[in-house]
């Protein structure tokens, strides 16, 4: 097999304090998927942040590019790396300690060598260049306003996504790297926060209020 398929484009990332820079390299077409998720927790992720109005759509959605973990690099700030769990699961949120900017979701270990890169800081015109346009729903309830019409995602694509990603790597480490965690013993660079009960209920309540007040101003 050659490596000569197709050229890799680059999309650069740097957080709002420029402590962290890195880039994701991308194939033409690209083999991720964008989607955006109106789930509660997502919105909960914003809120604890304070980039509701960063990472939140008019619909309360967070927009991220589904991809594989080896084609995100970090060349700088990875010592700024922080991540939370606002569920107390294993779904790790990651963000710049110091600007609280998102950076990306995955999973609290490297074997399903795939991450979910929060789009909310990237430039939106190369942003649809490199990753394409087509974008599809998840956790629509959890939304605000008319989301009718959008196209949803195809729950067992995503699973079927995440398989052969998941089997791929068993067999190439290389795509388990992720920038995100310790090559060395697969563990994230960061220790997870975890909410309190009584945090994340008031994370809670102010993700209701915004949804209200998003509902209103439309
Ligand atoms: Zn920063
Ligand atoms: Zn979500």
Redesign the pocket.
């Known amino acids: 097999m050659t490596s000569t398929a197709n050229p890799s484009q680059v999309l650069e990332f740097q957080?709002?304090?420029?402590?962290?820079q890195g880039a994701v390299h991308e194939t033409a077409p690209p083999t991720g998927r964008r989607l955006v998720c109106h789930c509660n927790d997502c919105q909960a992720f914003a809120h604890y942040l304070g980039k509701e109005k960063l990472m939140l759509d008019d619909h309360a959605g967070t927009h991220v590019y589904q991809m594989d973990s080896s084609k995100f690099t970090i060349n700088k700030?990875q010592d700024?790396l922080a991540c939370v769990t606002v569920t107390g699961g294993p779904l790790l949120r990651w963000y710049?300690?110091?600007?609280?900017?998102p950076i990306a979701n995955t999973l609290s270990s490297t074997r399903f060598a795939f991450l979910s890169l929060i789009l909310s800081g990237f430039d939106r015109g190369k942003t649809d260049a490199l990753l394409g346009r087509e974008v599809e729903h998840v956790a629509i309830p959890s939304g605000v306003g008319e989301l009718g019409k959008v196209r949803t995602a195809n729950m067992p694509g995503m699973l079927w996504n995440l398989l052969v990603r998941t089997i791929k790597a068993r067999f190439n480490p290389e795509l388990k790297k992720s920038p995100l965690f310790d090559d060395t013993t697969g563990k994230p660079l960061a220790v997870p926060v975890k909410l309190e009960p009584a945090e994340r209920l008031a994370i809670d309540e102010k993700a209701d209020i915004y949804r209200e007040v998003l509902a209103e101003i439309k």
């Open positions: 957080c709002q304090c420029g402590a962290i700030g700024q710049c300690a110091t600007c609280k900017t």
